[in-house]
Nanobody, 127 residues
Framework: QLQLVESGGELVQSGGSLRLSCAAS????????IGWFRQAPGKEREGVSC????????NYADSVKGRFTISRDNAKNTVYLQMNSLKPEDTAVYYC????????????????????WGQGTQVTVSS
C-alpha cells in the first residue's frame, strides 16, 4: 500500500514560516504528481498547490500565491511546501496527495485526480 506521511506542522505566529514535508514510502514518488491540500475547521478541503512529476510545473491557489512554494526531491522521495508570511487564515490540517502520471509539466489542484492521501499535519497560525 502506497503511503504518504506529512510532517512539519506546528503552532507559529502570524508572519512566520514553516516547511511541511511529504515523505513517500513503498512507491517511487518520481512517477506521481503531488498536491497539497488543506482543511480548516468547518470548511471544505481546498487545493493549495501541486507539482508535476518533473518539477517543471507548479500551481497555487490564489490565496497562497507569492507566499507558498512547492518543491520536490525525488532522490529523497519527498515533496515540500515552504510556507512564508503565514496568516491566521492559513490555519488548517494540511494533507499531501499523489496520483500517477506520465506527462511532464502538468498537475491538477482538484482533489478528484488524487488516488493516495496522507493523514495530515496540523498548522496553527496565531494572530
Amino acid at each position: 500500500q502506497l503511503q504518504l506521511v506529512e510532517s512539519g506542522g506546528e503552532l507559529v505566529q502570524s508572519g512566520g514560516s514553516l516547511r511541511l514535508s511529504c515523505a513517500a514510502s513503498k512507491f517511487n514518488v518520481a512517477s506521481y504528481n503531488i498536491g497539497w491540500f488543506r482543511q480548516a475547521p468547518g470548511k471544505e478541503r481546498e487545493g493549495v498547490s501541486c507539482i508535476s512529476i518533473d518539477g517543471g510545473y507548479t500551481n497555487y491557489a490564489d490565496s497562497v500565491k507569492g507566499r507558498f512554494t512547492i518543491s520536490r526531491d525525488n532522490a529523497k522521495n519527498t515533496v515540500y511546501l515552504q510556507m512564508n508570511s503565514l496568516k491566521p487564515e492559513d490555519t488548517a490540517v494540511y494533507y499531501c496527495a499523489a496520483y500517477f502520471s506520465v506527462l511532464f509539466k502538468q498537475c491538477a489542484v482538484s482533489e478528484n485526480h488524487y488516488s493516495y492521501w496522507g493523514q495530515g499535519t496540523q498548522v496553527t497560525v496565531s494572530s
